[in-house]
């Protein structure tokens, strides 16, 4: 079976830093993609904030996938 695994946050490095110790946990035949955003959105006060996602594409280690 084919899952995403999602991180999401507003410092970059700390999506970076989980998104390294979920693909530690992979073998190498389990992994499949992986894509990266970042979104900046003004607020109505003007503001900016920056959000960072990684997505991680992997096989499960199901049998019979």
Known sequence: MIQVKEFIDSDSSYAERKANEFLATLREDQFVSISYGTLIKSKPDKSEYQRSTILV????SNTGD
């Open 57 to 60: 594409v992997y096989r499960t």
